[in-house]
């Protein structure tokens, strides 16, 4: 059985930072991407960053680049969200997901393995 559990959310202040944690088990995931999506209350859920198993760099959301930073231990089968001068907006339940080589990288709709989410909330 596959899973993926986040961990790492909490109460951080604006400008502080926060490390996410996602620590996935149950099959290989050699060649997959993995990816962070957030959701707001009242929104659609959203990307924020994504790394293919194996790389050493990933692709951001516009509104983290710069901030943000993912990175994955494939030996632990683990990817982390490095969050570093976060903002009030940044608040959300963050997941994380994998998916496999087909379909576009942005569109939640493509991933086929999700976390239950951890909140993360940024006080001003």
């Known amino acids: 059985q596959v899973q993926l559990v986040e961990s790492g959310g909490g109460l951080v202040q604006a400008g502080g930072s926060l490390r996410l944690s996602c620590a996935a088990s149950?099959?290989?995931?050699?060649?997959?991407?993995w990816a962070w999506f957030r959701q707001a209350p009242g929104k659609e859920r959203e990307f924020v960053a994504v790394?293919?198993?194996?790389?050493?760099?990933?692709v951001y959301a516009d509104l983290v680049k710069g901030r943000f930073t993912i990175s994955r231990d494939n030996d632990k089968n683990t990817e982390h969200l490095q969050m570093n001068s976060p903002k009030p907006e940044d608040t959300a339940v963050y997941y994380c997901?994998?998916?496999?080589?087909?379909?576009?990288?942005?569109?939640?709709?493509?991933?086929?393995?999700w976390g239950q989410g951890t909140q993360v909330t940024v006080s001003s």
């Open positions: 997901a994998a998916k496999g080589v087909t379909g576009t990288l942005y569109d939640a709709r493509n991933y086929d393995y």
């Open positions: 149950g099959r290989s995931f050699s060649g997959y991407y």
């Open positions: 790394i293919r198993w194996g790389a050493t760099s990933g």
